[in-house]
């Protein structure tokens, strides 16, 4: 379960600087490449634990309309979703097979899942902005998603948009896309987010105010003792 105190911290990181902290760590397949916020999601910054899901290229015996009520269907994973989870689908980027529609986003946005993100599309798509569930993915199309993929499990490790993907990792995603922050790492990538963001946030005030980039960003000695001193006093 994802720490509350953590999860506060991390509405306040963005995803840039969430990929900054992590690089320094030595990690750097996080950034889900793919997925794009829809209108649902704009302008907003979401976090939750991963709940995943995952598809694997259509097979004409198994992709089938009647799947769709087998144990091992997106029906039932959407049953299984813990509220403020985020759903992470592994729909290798399949362009042309729409993961899911208005039906199971809304029954998603019911039960209380935080978000969906997913490196392949949804169909639908005005029924999907009207349950207000917010989407990241990597377009639209009408087919189902029979006609290109097959759903075999969930909460399982996968791969989405190039990262691995573990159920209980978290993820942030805003305007610049999904991130993975490995469940072990989410403490601290919370503390040093937090300070990295004020860091910037000094240092925009001191470029309005004209100072020269060199030894700024990043800062050198002095710059980062002048914005100690600056800290401090606040």
Known sequence: MLDPAHAAALKQISTATITLVLLKKGIR????????????AAGK?????AFTLRFVPAREDLSTPESWSSPTSTRAAIEAMPEGAIAVIDAMGVQDAGVFGDI????????GVTAMVTDGVVRDVAGVLATGLPVWCSGVAAPASVASLTFVNWQEPIGCGGVAVYPDDVIVADDDGAVLIPAAMVAEVAKLGLEQEKLEAWIMREVEKGVPLPGLYPPNAETRARYEATRDKT
């Open 29 to 40: 397949q996080i950034w889900m490449k793919g997925p794009k916020p829809l209108a649902t």
């Open 104 to 111: 199971l986003c809304g029954r998603m946005a019911k039960r």
């Open 45 to 49: 910054r979401l976090v939750g634990p």
